[in-house]
Nanobody, 125 residues
Framework: QVQLVESGGGLVQAGGSLRLSCAAS????????MGWFRQAPGKEREFVAA????????YYVDSVKGRFTISRDNAKNTVYLQMNSLKPEDTAVYYC??????????????????WGQGTQVTVSS
């Protein structure tokens, strides 16, 4: 079992920045690939970014490339999502997720076993 708790969401103006954190407990954090997803009202949950166990590999959805950065600190059992140049269309509830079965980075929500409760990010225009 892995327990995940997100923090760092809030209200920010367009062009601003936020850093989300996801603290993990339970199963060895370093054995899990980690992902960030988001879900806007009335929309399906969408992949945002993923990072490998060691942190050496990352992957992003095209809409956030160059603006968002995923990172992890295995000593602190925490994964981060640095979000810069935020846009109103980034408004959503952001979730972190963990999976420990596959080697490759995954982008479908159904492929992740563990989820946090989510943190709201609102970007005003």
């Amino acid at each position: 079992q892995v327990q995940l708790v997100e923090s760092g969401g809030g209200l920010v103006q367009a062009g601003g920045s936020l850093r989300l954190s996801c603290a993990a407990s339970g199963r060895t954090f370093s054995s899990c690939n980690m992902g960030w997803f988001r879900q806007a009202p009335g929309k399906e949950r969408e992949f945002v970014a993923a990072i490998s166990r060691s942190g050496a590999s990352t992957y992003y959805v095209d809409s956030v490339k160059g603006r968002f950065t995923i990172s992890r600190d295995n000593a602190k059992n925490t994964v981060y999502l640095q979000m810069n140049s935020l846009k109103p269309e980034d408004t959503a509830v952001y979730y972190c997720a963990a999976e420990g079965k596959f080697q490759q980075l995954l982008i479908r929500p159904t492929q992740y076993n563990y989820w946090g409760q989510g943190t709201q990010v609102t970007v005003s225009s």
